[in-house]
């Protein structure tokens, strides 16, 4: 069923999907202002704790600016399942208290567009009307503001390396762009050099055979191939797994679907891995995909063999397709190697796997990368995509291929770079008693927000009008990371240095006050 937006029914200014509006409860205080820009003076907003209506002024706006546009948060779709109601979207069943937070008036730019146009509809469809926009299109906004008003940034948010493509990878990019033959169109399932190239990786890296002619396909992305993995497999009543800290993609290219998601808690408890046994029966009946992301976006913890095999032996009882996406798969420290699902039996028959050449070879902007995994699934993403695209410009996948056959060359002092500046963040970090372990994986750090916050969203704006620091609220990747915020280290040590040096200055630590 296709999400709707209704008032809610004891709230008039809050908004809910269709049906029952079981929203996991809401901790913090969030206001809400008109959709101009906040000025220095004072807001008036009305706030929520606990279920509970306050009124607050506030100097800093309390996340104002950001969360006009954004209106509803990535998790705000989230809905407990009901075998009554049958909403768009499912959560898991706990706590079925309080509404998501979002103003009536604040619905997002296509409605407000729509509103504004007397004679034209360019609304979108009901399902893209229900996404909010995406929360790192609104952190952007908000530094924008920041930046306006004189502040300047030390961005530690964005997940985008900062270390430029190796020299020797754009020379092979413009040779094969020379290449009359590079200049058509590619072929839907690329080129045999890159597929090769891909197989002959993984029986390097991860000692995996790989079928290159039946067991790989090029991406333009990983992002791309999980949403179209996504969209050739669901549809409504169907119910997609997946974690309740989630890259965004997972849960807005289900919910264009209209399919359901079911949310997987991960907590620190449980060294953030899901129980698969928790999961109810009556939503494993519908359930078609069970996504997984290791090397994990945003905590850096990766899953255990043990992990592995029990997911292989589940999809395979429910018969499930098994998606991992190991988009930090080759950014590791310590000399630690994570598994690739493949190692294991029975996942040539389930599973499919995406890498991504942003992280791991400092690409991000080629848009590259491809999917391993069982032949049938592969070609399920291979006829979807024929229908959207067009496939990888053919002197990128040159490159690379050139990249992957010289992988060790560029990989290592990268990971060198990186590990420095997670020893030095993570000391410097709990110097101003913020604690975490220091990650295997990814190139993030996990942290608890401040004692005296009750929010991610506010304490992120907190910090970047105090201090210019800007780091990613955890309430971005779902309910879980409510309290926790993402320190990225994709910047040079001097700004790691220098922003542990104003943090300090101005006196932010995790025992503050505010």
């Known amino acids: 069923m296709e999400p709707v937006l209704n008032e809610h029914p004891t709230h008039p200014t809050l908004l809910c999907n269709a049906g029952t509006c079981h929203f996991g409860k809401s901790n913090g205080w969030f206001a809400y202002g008109s959709s101009e820009k906040a000025s220095s003076s004072s807001v008036k907003s009305t706030a929520f704790r606990s279920g509970s209506t306050h009124e607050r002024t506030s100097s800093m706006c309390a996340f104002v600016y950001l969360l006009n546009d954004l209106a509803m948060k990535d998790f705000s779709a989230m809905q407990t399942y009901s075998d009554s109601t049958k909403t768009s979207n499912v959560t898991r ?68 390396p900062d270390m430029p493509t190796p020299p020797e990878i754009i020379d092979a990019l413009a040779e094969a762009i020379r290449n009359p033959e590079n200049h058509g169109y590619p072929s839907f399932d690329g080129k045999a050099t890159f597929r090769e190239a891909v197989s002959q990786w993984m029986q390097r890296r991860y000692l995996v055979t790989i079928d290159p002619s039946s067991q790989v396909q ?5 992002k791309e191939g999980i949403a179209n993995l996504i969209t050739a497999t669901l549809e409504p009543g169907d119910v997609c797994l997946v974690p309740s800290l989630y890259y965004p993609t997972y849960m807005r290219s289900t919910v264009m679907t209209g399919a359901e998601a079911y949310y997987m808690p991960l907590l620190a408890e449980n060294g953030y891995l899901p129980d698969l046994d928790a ?14 992301n290791y090397p994990n976006n945003p905590t850096g913890v990766d899953a255990p063999p043990e992990f592995y095999k029990k997911a292989i032996a589940f999809a395979k009882e429910h018969h499930i397709i098994l998606a991992t996406d190991m988009a930090y798969g080759e950014v590791n420290y310590d000399g630690f190697r994570p598994h690739s699902i493949m190692e294991f039996e029975g996942a040539d028959e389930v599973a499919i796997e995406f890498h991504s050449f942003s992280k791991t070879f400092n690409m991000a902007g080629w848009r590259l990368g491809f999917a391993i995994g069982a032949p049938s699934i592969i070609r399920l993403l291979y006829l979807n995509k024929t229908t959207s695209d067009y496939g990888v410009c053919n002197a990128i996948q ?17 990971i060198e770079r990186y590990q420095a500046r997670r020893d030095y963040l993570v000391d410097a970090m709990a110097g101003l008693g913020f604690k975490t372990d220091k990650p295997k994986s990814s190139f993030y750090l996990w942290y608890e927000i401040p004692k005296a916050f009750d929010d991610s969203f506010v304490w992120s704006e907190y910090l970047m009008r105090e201090t210019g620091v800007v780091v990613t609220p955890g309430g971005a990747f779902g309910e879980d990371g409510t309290r926790y915020f993402r320190v990225s280290l994709v910047s040079p040590m001097e700004s790691l240095q220098a922003a542990i040096h104003v943090m300090t200055s101005k006196g932010v630590s995790f025992t503050m006050a505010f």
Do not use: C, W
């Not at 090029?218 to 990983?222: A, K, R, T, W, Y």
């Not at 999961?279 to 997984?292: D, F, G, H, Q, T």
């Open 279 to 292: 999961i109810p029966k009556n939503v494993l009946s519908r359930a078609k995909i069970l996504l997984l």
């Open 398 to 414: 040159d490159a690379g291929t050139y990249a992957l056959d010289h992988a060790e060359m560029f990989i290592t002092p990268m």
């Open 93 to 160: 069943p706990e706590d079925p208290t309080t509404a998501t937070l979002a103003d009536t008036s604040q619905i997002g730019d296509a409605q407000k567009f729509n509103e504004s146009s007397s004679s034209v509809n360019y609304n979108g469809n009901k399902r893209l009307q229900s996404l909010p926009l995406y929360v790192f299109a609104q952190l952007d906004k908000l530094k924008k503001d920041v930046r306006e008003s004189g502040l300047s940034l030390i961005d530690l948010g964005m997940g985008n």
């Open 218 to 222: 090029p991406l333009i992305g990983s």
